[in-house]
């Protein structure tokens, strides 16, 4: 790639528990001989984003405290700005957004500051949708409209928990917002790279059409002020079984509210790390490999949602301390 080339840029957007994660991923273990940088946003004052990303050659730069389409754009610019002096280093750059963030901002800082304007080029524009609680989102969030508006391509997911007819009505929903999205059905995230990555998809005039204002760089974007995040961490190791029966009971009782639940757990007795992950009553988990030599094993989860009772999960959670 010659010095002048802009570097191609994707952007990796969908709600909370949508499967961002697992498509990103799949980007950075496909045997496909590029190299990509990774710019990871999440909502809240802990992060475990970083530890969900599969141990990858790629460089992994994460934003926390703030939506990267309000505080801490400034940030990526920054960030963007120290990569742009290492471009012969990577063939792309995939920004992964917080699950609450709305993509016009973000898609603004590559055509409002100079300098990212002529360094990179914004290829695609890229959501993922949960095909089971889609149509929930549309009539509760704006962002998860304004996700599916300015997207060029969507996958739409976790197929394996929707009929062929539910998706149907997804997919009509979709198609009133962007009728001329690109639309892959998958489940965990299962598309082809080439379904997301080199697309040289985003067209600037179709989002002109939809926000006149979007070349001013003006930022009127408000969240959903209802939703909060929470996390904690414990320095002992955690009793699985304990786990198990306390997070089972929460997601039963509290699962509406909450939207995301996603933790990095240090299970007594084993040397793994544990992913837990959850969105509203749905919930999965494995074991992401070892512990890295040297770092501390403290167990962290975080909830995002609405009505959180921050000393009662506190409570809950050291609850399931080992003994």
């Known amino acids: 790639m010659s010095d002048t080339a802009p570097i191609p840029v994707t952007v990796l957007t969908g709600y909370l528990g949508a499967g961002k994660t697992t498509l990103l991923n799949r980007i950075l273990t496909e045997q496909h001989g590029r190299k990509f940088a990774v710019v990871i946003n999440e909502f809240g004052e802990m992060g475990v984003d970083q530890d969900l990303v599969i141990d990858a050659d790629e460089e992994v730069f994460e934003m ?22 290492r471009k012969d280093k990577f063939d792309g750059i995939i920004v992964e957004t917080t699950g609450l963030a709305n993509p016009a901002p973000v898609a603004q800082t590559f055509f409002v500051d100079e300098d990212v304007k002529r360094a990179t080029r914004l290829d695609a524009i890229v959501t993922v949708v949960d095909a089971k609680h889609l149509l929930t989102r549309l009539g509760d969030s704006p962002e998860a409209e304004e996700q599916v508006a300015f997207a060029d391509v969507i996958v739409l997911n976790k197929m394996d928990l929707v009929s062929n ?27 082809p790279l080439d379904a997301v990555i ?18 001013t760089g003006d930022d009127e974007h408000t969240h959903d002020s209802n939703v909060q995040s929470v996390s904690f961490e414990l320095d002992k190791p955690v009793d699985a079984e304990k786990f198990n029966a306390w997070i089972g009971e929460l997601l039963q009782t509290k699962g509406q509210d909450l939207l995301r639940t996603k933790g990095i757990l240090h299970y007594k007795g084993d040397d793994r790390r544990f992913a837990f992950q ?13 512990w890295k030599e040297g770092d501390p094993r403290k167990s962290r989860i975080v909830f995002i949602g609405r009505d959180l009772n921050r000393p009662k999960l506190r409570r809950g959670f050291e609850s399931t301390a080992a003994a």
């Open 198 to 215: 080199g697309r040289d998809a985003f067209s600037l005039d179709r989002i002109l059409a939809r926000e006149p204002e979007f070349l």
């Open 64 to 85: 926390n405290n703030g939506c990267i389409c309000c505080t801490v754009r400034g940030d990526l610019i920054r960030i963007l700005g120290g990569l742009m002096r």
């Open 165 to 191: 007819e539910e998706a149907d009505e997804v997919e009509r929903r979709i198609r009133a917002i962007n009728p001329t999205v690109e639309i892959r059905r998958a489940t965990k995230s299962d598309v």
């Open 278 to 290: 959850a969105v509203h009553m749905i919930a999965d988990g494995d074991y992401i490999g070892p």
